[in-house]
C-alpha cells in the first residue's frame, strides 16, 4: 500500500486545500471524517495525520473531539488552528478566548531546530485566522513559534512527534507554508515522495491489466477532460473498450468534431459517435425554464446512451470520471441544491454491466490535469475549461432554437479566440457567451436594427463554489464587442457580466 497521511476533517474552510498541498509534496492523502478517525487508521496505516482546522472551539459543548490515545499511537500528527487546539485541549492543555487575530502575522519561530522549522526563514509572514488561544501547554510540549499577538502560535512534543500550529501552513499567504507542511511529511512522518503522476499512470495501468485485461469495457466520453482522462488511461490497459459520444447539438463550434478526431483519429480508440442533436433540438422546443432544460436534457442524454449501449451489447465494465471532490462531497457535507447539474450519474442504471471502473476516484482536479498531459493528451482537452453538461442550453435564454444556437456560437467562438490571441487563457477560469433573450434597437449603416444583445462572462475561481468576474482589459473587450456585432448576424449589442459568486451563479441559467 502507498504511504497515506490521513488529513482530518473538522469542518475547516481549507480543508482540500491541505490535502492538496499534502499530494503536491508527492504524498498520498486522504480527507476523511473525524468521526471515521479509527477505522481509517485502522486500515490504512497511515505514516502521519493532519487535523484541520473547523468551526468549533474546543471548550464548547458538542465540539469535534477524538481519543486522547489516538495521540499516543506513536502516529506523527499535525494539527492546524482548531487541529492546534484540539491537541492542547485533549492532552491537559488549556484553551480560551482571545482578541481576534486574523490575515497576515509575522512568525517568529523560537525553536531553531525544530523538526518542523527546519530551514524556514524567521521572521516570515503567516496568515492566521483564530479566536481561541492555547493558554496552557500540555505537559511535554514547549513553544516552538510566536506572533506579536499570539505567544503560541506553534507547540510542539518532539518525542511523541506531535506538532500545532495556529496559523494555516496551507494558504498562499503563508511564505514558508509549503516548507513547513514538507517538512512535517519528510522530516517527522519519513515520506518517501512516492506519489507521481507516472508512478499513477504505471500502478493504474498494471492494475486495470490484471483485473480487466481482454474483457469488454464501456466508456462515456464527452469530451470534458475528465471522461478523456478516465477513457484514456483505461485505453492504455485494456483493448476492448468502446466509448459512446453523445453529441447532444450543444457543444460549442467545432467540438463534436474535435473529439472524433482527438478520439478515434490520435488516440485509436474505439469510439461511437452519436448524433442526437435532432432529438434533443426536438424535445427542448418552446421550453424556456431553466431546471425544466436541464432536466430534458439529463433524461434523453440517458435515453440516447441507453439506446447504444444496448446495440454494443452486455459489457463487463463501465467507467466512469469520478473525481476525489466528488468522493469527499458526498462523504463529508451536504449542501443545498441550486442547480440540478447534469452528470452521467444515471448511467450505471441502463447499461448493462457487471462493476464499474473509476480510475480517478483518487485524484484532485491538477492531478487528472498532470495525468493528462503525462498521457500526453494535446493541451486543449488537458487545460479544457470547465463546460456544463447541458451545454448552451444553458447559456441560450429562453426558448432554443438552430438560430439561437448558430449565433451564440459565432459570438462565443470569436469571444475565444481574442481571449486566446491576447495571452488570457491561463488567467481566467472559464468564459463564454450567452445569447440573452432581449431585443433593443440598434443602428447600423443608415438602417434601424432591432436585435439581440450578447452578454459575455469571464470569472476567476478556484473550484466554480465562488467567483470573481476577471478583469479582462478594457481594449480585448472592445475588440471583442466590435467584431461580434460586425461579423455575427442578429447581434447589434455586446454586453459584459460584472457579478461575482455569490450572489449570482457563473452560468445565466
Ligand atoms: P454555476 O452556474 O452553478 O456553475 O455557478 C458552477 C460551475 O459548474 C458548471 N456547471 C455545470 N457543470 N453540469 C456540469 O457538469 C451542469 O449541469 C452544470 N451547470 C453548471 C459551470 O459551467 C461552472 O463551471
Redesign the pocket.
Known amino acids: 500500500m502507498a504511504q497515506t497521511v490521513l488529513v482530518v476533517d473538522f469542518g475547516g474552510q481549507y480543508n482540500q486545500l491541505i490535502a492538496r498541498r499534502v499530494r503536491e509534496a508527492n504524498v498520498y492523502c486522504e480527507l476523511i471524517s473525524f468521526q471515521k478517525l479509527r477505522e481509517k487508521i485502522a486500515e490504512t496505516q497511515p505514516i502521519g495525520l493532519v487535523f484541520t482546522g473547523g468551526p468549533a472551539s474546543f471548550n464548547d459543548e458538542g465540539a469535534p473531539r477524538i481519543d486522547a490515545d489516538i495521540l499516543n499511537m506513536g502516529i506523527p500528527v499535525l494539527g492546524i488552528c482548531y487541529g492546534c487546539q484540539l491537541i492542547a485541549g485533549t492532552l491537559g492543555g488549556a484553551v480560551g478566548e482571545g482578541p481576534r487575530e486574523y490575515g497576515k502575522c509575522t512568525l517568529d519561530v523560537k525553536i531553531k531546530d525544530s523538526a518542523l522549522f527546519k530551514g524556514v526563514k524567521s521572521p516570515s509572514t503567516c496568515w492566521m485566522s483564530h479566536t481561541i488561544y492555547i493558554e496552557k501547554l500540555p505537559q511535554g510540549f514547549a513553544t516552538s513559534a510566536v506572533t506579536d499577538s499570539c505567544p503560541v502560535a506553534a507547540m510542539e512534543d518532539a518525542r511523541k512527534k506531535l506538532y500545532g500550529v495556529q496559523f494555516h501552513p496551507e494558504v498562499m499567504h503563508t511564505e514558508e507554508g509549503f516548507k513547513i507542511l514538507k517538512n512535517f511529511l519528510y522530516g517527522v512522518c519519513g515520506a518517501t515522495g512516492e506519489w507521481t503522476m507516472s508512478g499513477y499512470v504505471e500502478r493504474t495501468v498494471a492494475e486495470l491489466k490484471a483485473k480487466i485485461g481482454d474483457k469488454k469495457v464501456l466508456c462515456a466520453l464527452s469530451g ?1 477532460v475528465d471522461s478523456a482522462v478516465a477513457a484514456t488511461l483505461v485505453h492504455r490497459a485494456c483493448p476492448n473498450l468502446i466509448c459512446i459520444f453523445v453529441d447532444h447539438g450543444l457543444l460549442r463550434k467545432g467540438e463534436a468534431e474535435e473529439v472524433v478526431r482527438v478520439f478515434r483519429d490520435e488516440q485509436g480508440m474505439k469510439l461511437v459517435a452519436v448524433d442526437a442533436s435532432k432529438r434533443f433540438l426536438d424535445k427542448l422546443a418552446g421550453v424556456a425554464e431553466p431546471e425544466k432544460k ?1 432536466k430534458i436534457i ?1 433524461e434523453e442524454f440517458i435515453r440516447v446512451f441507453e439506446e447504444e449501449a444496448k446495440k454494443v451489447g452486455a459489457v463487463d465494465y463501465l467507467v466512469q470520471g469520478t473525481i476525489y471532490p466528488d468522493v469527499i462531497e458526498s462523504g463529508l457535507n451536504h449542501s443545498a441544491k ?6 452521467v450519474g444515471g448511467l450505471p442504471d441502463v447499461v448493462d454491466f457487471k462493476e464499474l471502473v473509476e480510475p480517478l476516484r483518487l485524484l484532485f482536479k491538477d492531478e487528472v490535469r498532470r495525468l493528462g498531459f503525462e498521457l500526453e493528451l494535446p493541451e486543449h482537452i488537458v487545460m479544457r ?6 451545454g448552451l442550453a ?1 447559456r441560450v435564454i429562453g426558448d432554443i432554437t438552430n438560430d439561437k444556437l448558430s449565433i451564440l456560437r459565432e459570438a462565443d467562438y470569436i469571444f475565444r479566440e481574442e481571449i486566446a490571441k491576447n495571452g488570457l487563457s491561463g488567467e481566467i ?2 468564459y ?1 457567451a450567452v445569447l440573452t433573450d432581449m431585443r433593443t434597437v440598434g443602428v447600423m449603416g443608415d438602417e434601424r436594427t432591432y436585435d439581440y444583445t450578447v452578454a459575455l462572462r469571464g470569472v476567476t ?1 478556484v473550484d ?2 465562488t ?1 470573481d468576474w476577471a478583469r479582462i482589459p478594457f481594449d480585448v473587450l472592445q475588440i471583442i464587442s466590435g467584431r461580434i456585432v460586425n461579423e455575427v448576424k442578429h447581434v447589434n449589442r455586446v454586453v459584459y457580466d460584472i457579478t461575482s ?1 455569490p450572489p ?6
Open positions: 470534458g436541464r439529463g441550486i442547480k440540478s447539474h447534469h452528470n475549461q470547465p463546460f456544463p453538461g447541458p444553458i477560469w472559464q463564454f475561481s466554480g463554489m467567483a459568486k449570482a451563479t457563473i452560468e445565466w441559467e
